[in-house]
T-cell receptor, first 112, second 112 residues
Framework: DTGVSQDPRHKITKRGQNVTFRCDPI?????LYWYRQTLGQGPEFLTY????????KSRLLSDRFSAERPKGSFSTLEIQRTEQGDSAMYLC??????????FGPGTRLTVT | QKEVEQNSGPLSVPEGAIASLNCTYS??????FFWYRQYSGKSPELIMS????GDKEDGRFTAQLNKASQYVSLLIRDSQPSDSATYLC????????????FGSGTQLTVLP
């Protein structure tokens, strides 16, 4: 049984560049969540999918952020025109409906 | 007022002692409550979930929930140095909310 996986684990990019992260949920979990965590804070919700439908987006998710889950399996999170304030750990979690959320290892983004 | 509040710590206890971690939440309709453990540089790991008032025990961990007081706690018995981590309280709101709202975490150090 494999857990949630994320790729890449680390990403260093220059301000203004676009980046894309991938998340593979636990198989058969139909819910997938993206969170962002900065140092000393708890994770903050970004967006959530049930199967391929994006059902909820946080106000934190500016128009530079876009997420997809085209076939209801893996998901991608893209950040366009990155800013230094985007530096954070990006966490993906998955769950069954109404059940506990399990997190992947995260992608640490550094914008220079 | 933050939606989920935790004492940031740091909290230090000697090995073998009981560590007590506390969390309060503001949304009275919150339904589900979780404790995650996060080691430095790693992603959150689910250790306890609790859904109804009272105590829930799992090994050395006991979660306590009091919905009337909007309070949830985690007790760690026989604390070990390997328990040294940040403990995150997370709340799943009522209604249609599916995402978790996290506190900022309490840093626990267990001294050998």
């Amino acid at each position: 049984d494999t857990g949630v996986s994320q790729d890449p684990r680390h990403k260093i990019t220059k301000r203004g560049q676009n980046v894309t992260f991938r998340c593979d949920p636990i198989s058969e979990h139909n819910r997938l969540y993206w969170y962002r965590q900065t140092l000393g804070q708890g994770p903050e919700f970004l967006t959530y999918f049930q199967n391929e439908a994006q059902l909820e987006k946080s106000r934190l998710l500016s128009d530079r952020f876009s997420a997809e889950r085209p076939k209801g399996s893996f998901s991608t999170l893209e950040i366009q025109r990155t800013e230094q304030g985007d530096s954070a750990m990006y966490l993906c979690a998955s769950s069954f409906p109404g059940s506990e959320q399990y997190f992947g290892p995260g992608t640490r983004l550094t914008v220079t | 007022q933050k939606e989920v509040e935790q004492n940031s710590g740091p909290l230090s206890v000697p090995e073998g002692a009981i560590a007590s971690l506390n969390c309060t939440y503001s949304d009275r309709v919150s339904q589900s409550f979780f404790w995650y453990r996060q080691y430095s540089g790693k992603s959150p790991e689910l250790i306890m979930s609790i859904y109804s008032n009272g105590d829930k025990e799992d090994g050395r961990f006991t979660a306590q929930l009091n919905k009337a007081s909007q309070y949830v706690s985690l007790l760690i018995r026989d604390s070990q140095p390997s328990d040294s981590a940040t403990y995150l309280c997370a709340v799943n709101g009522g209604g249609s909310a599916r995402q978790l709202t996290f506190g900022s975490g309490t840093q626990l150090t267990v001294l050998p």
